[in-house]
């Protein structure tokens, strides 16, 4: 069974930048679609990136285009979300979560493997 772990979280300053981790173990994630997901203190999961184990693809929400990228290292069965200025906003518990789905779905209740989360904070 697939499992994660998330690393890489801290205290950032606004316009700060970090590099989130996610290693997989149980099962290669090469075969898994890959979200990262982040959930704010009173509020849902919201699904912030992708990345398509179909073709490769990446998705990302409008909220954090341009200023987050996501990638994957096969060999090391990891997945990476590197964030780049940051703003208090991005604060949150961060998650991946797999699924044998498209990023097309959305929802974090159609992802099955999820990690414990890592916690962002962005202030100054």
Sequence with gaps: ???????GG?????????????????FSQEYYTIGWFRQAPGKEHERVSCIS??????????????????????????IYLQMNSLKPED????????????CTVTDATSYDY????????VSS
């Design 53 to 78: 184990a179909h073709d490769g693809s990446t998705m990302y929400a409008d909220s954090v285009k341009g200023r987050f990228t996501i990638s994957r290292d096969n060999a090391k069965g990891t």
């Design 10 to 26: 801290g205290l950032v300053q606004p316009g700060g930048s970090l590099r989130l981790s996610c290693v997989a173990s149980g």
């Design 91 to 102: 604060t949150a518990v961060y998650y991946c979560a797999g699924n044998f789905r498209t």
């Design 114 to 121: 999820w990690g414990p989360g890592t916690q962002v904070t």
């Design 1 to 7: 069974q697939l499992q994660f772990v998330e690393s």
